[in-house]
């Protein structure tokens, strides 16, 4: 009996360091450990993990926020902490500041004293600090990350306009404009996409490819007008469909604000509805495409709230999933990944496994 219980104990344990993340779930970038209210200074990240359906968490993940490969979101900025898929969908990408829970005004630091940081989380829950800068984001905020997966990472903020974040630190300016406040970005078909809240074209831009040198001008997809604050998105797989997260609250399926649809007609996006998630407005966003009307999920702007809403038309109305915990914040929010590590992963498991299980906790029952 003895000689059977070590290994199984041990590929017990294995399979319980890998594949820690569902496909089809929602996983939600959460701030702040519920102990303390939540302050600018460096904030603890989690991501915790919900079924679709809503219910209680079935797992979360402690971003380390001490020591070399810490990442920490200003906890009372609303417009930190977008979460996203990498082009290959492997990775959950997000962006923070690599120093230490408790750092004061940490959005207002120099990247000198806290470099901005880009990080990669696997379907097993591996948590990686792909790539820093010392140079882009300085005092002000860096919020969000994208990856084509294949080692090239990009990220957007506060100034700076989008930058090429390398796989070295070597970060290069690689938009012309709008430079100023950009949300959210990511990798579609081979080309960068990023929301921005500046100027009188407020709304989504594409930049062509995926440079990683050079000034490209973006081009400005969807308009939401001068007075929107788009967030998220999401496109369907034809790119006839998309979703806009604005942290405006809802006025009405005819006004900008909430969770917007818009189509596209052939030349361009027209505005067609709004949805009813909340009151408030929304800054994360998910799309599941696979049913006959797409299910949208989103986080309220306020950091309070998990919504979804079954888009049958303009007036389809939202169901209340989650709601943050005292002195918790959620911001951005996406499907788990889908792909599993290769089968060589298990061979490494046992090395880093009491390290893993330091970053692993259920936090909530």
Known sequence: MKKLLIPTIIFGALLAAQAQFTPGDLVVLQDGTGS????????????????????????????????????????????????????????????????????????????????????????SGNYTLATTSSSFFSANNIRS?????????????????????????????????????????????????????????????????????????????????????????????????????????????????GVERWNFNGTAWVFDYSLSLSTNGATGLAVDFSGANPTVYATSANGNSLFDVVDAGSGSTGTLLETAGANEAFRGLEQAPGTVPEPSTFALGGLGLAAIGLLRRNRKT
């Open 36 to 123: 303390s209210a939540l302050t600018s200074a460096g904030t603890a990240i989690f991501l915790d993990e919900f079924s679709p359906g809503g219910g209680s968490m079935v797992y979360s993940l402690a971003i380390p926020s001490t020591g070399p490969s810490a990442l920490v979101n200003s906890g009372t900025a609303g417009s930190e902490g977008s979460l996203n898929l990498s082009a290959n969908g492997q990775y959950l990408m997000f962006a923070g500041y690599n120093a230490a829970a408790g750092t004061a005004a940490i959005a207002g630091t120099t990247a000198a004293a806290a470099p901005r940081g880009v990080a990669t989380v696997d379907a």
């Open 145 to 257: 990350a994208a990856s084509d997966g294949a080692g090239n990472f990009w990220a957007a903020g506060a100034n700076t306009g989008v930058a090429y974040m390398g796989n070295n630190g070597a970060a290069t300016a690689v938009s012309a404009s709008p430079l100023t406040n950009l949300r959210v970005i990511q990798t579609i078909g081979n080309n960068l996409f990023y929301s921005s809240g500046s100027g009188s074209s407020r709304g989504i831009y594409e930049v062509a490819g995926n440079p990683t040198s050079g000034s490209t001008t973006a081009v400005n997809l969807i308009n939401n007008g001068a007075s929107a604050s788009p967030y998220d998105f999401a496109f369907n797989s034809s790119m006839t469909i998309c979703y806009v997260a604005d942290s405006d609250a809802y006025t009405g399926s005819s006004g900008i604000g």
